[in-house]
Structures are given as structure tokens and as C-alpha cells.
């Protein structure tokens, strides 16, 4: 003869067998596996999508390579140039020179294509979080840079700096 189970009731709510601690224990794992996927997935969606990683390679040119340039600081910060420098080396980015700019009154910081090759251009204004409507062309035979990079008053906005 099996003796029947007593259990309490509560008017009105339905009586919940009590959950095995292992399944809990399993329960948890699998929601904490599952966000882990999530911010993962995100986290991946958010950089080869939204933010795809800098290029430096030159672009459509005769010489492969990567992409030389110099840096000129216009806005006056001191040091503005070596961290600006320091920031594009790291990303791969052959900086030849830095050096100041003639005065120190630019508003807002400028990417210069010399070498007739926008695309390269564009590519370090991303790098650096300039607009593309800030990139201009100053083509100079006598230049050996493929860009020139003007910093200016709005320095604090570019991702150097950040």
C-alpha cells in the first residue's frame, strides 16, 4: 500500500512539485551560456559591421604598401601631433613626418589627399573619425606622402583623443 503525498494548498494557486537542485543548477548555466552568446554575437556584429577595422594598404596604387603621411598640428594642443601619430602607427599607418602647422588657428582638423588617390585618403579620415566632407586634394609631386593630416581646434571630437 503507497501512502499518498500530503501537501498543503493555498486556495487558488496549483501545487508545484519541487525542481531537482541539479536542474536549476543546469537552467542557470544555460542562461548564462546563452547571454554570453548574445554579447558575443553583438560584439562582433558591432565591429566587422558598424565599425569594420581600419585599412591601412594603399589603395589602387602602382606600389603596394602601406599608406605614408604626415601630420601637421594646427590647433596648438601641445602633444597633439605625437599622440596623433602614436595613434596611427598603432593601427598600421606609415607616418613619415609630424610637425607643426604654419599657425595654430584651424577650426577643424583636415585629411589631404596628395597623391591623386581618394580612396587613401578616406581611409585615414576614418581612422581618425574626420568626416569625409573634411578630405581634400592638394595633389604636390614634390610631396613623398600619400596623405597630410591637419590637426585642428576640433581635436578633442577625433578618436585619438577619446
Known amino acids: 500500500m503507497k501512502l499518498a503525498r500530503s501537501t498543503t494548498t493555498v486556495p487558488g494557486r496549483p501545487v508545484s512539485p ?30 566587422m559591421i558598424f565599425r569594420p577595422p581600419v585599412d591601412p594598404v594603399r589603395s589602387g596604387a602602382s606600389t603596394p604598401g602601406t599608406i605614408q603621411l604626415d601630420v601637421l598640428n594646427g590647433c596648438g594642443v601641445p602633444g597633439a601631433g605625437t599622440s596623433m601619430t602614436a595613434y596611427l602607427r598603432a593601427r598600421g599607418f606609415d607616418v613619415v613626418e ?60 577625433l578618436k585619438p583623443s577619446q
Open 98 to 157: 609630424y610637425r607643426n602647422y604654419r599657425s595654430f588657428d584651424v577650426r577643424e582638423s583636415l585629411v589631404i589627399d596628395r597623391g591623386g588617390n581618394r580612396e587613401n585618403a578616406e581611409k585615414v579620415a576614418y581612422a581618425l573619425g574626420i568626416r569625409k566632407g573634411n578630405i581634400i586634394q592638394q595633389i604636390n609631386q614634390d610631396y613623398y606622402v600619400d596623405v597630410s593630416v591637419l590637426i585642428g581646434r576640433d581635436y578633442p571630437t
Open 18 to 47: 519541487r525542481k531537482d537542485p541539479r536542474t536549476v543548477v543546469l537552467d542557470v548555466i544555460i542562461a548564462a551560456l546563452g547571454l554570453l552568446v548574445l554579447v558575443l554575437a553583438y560584439s562582433f556584429a558591432s565591429r
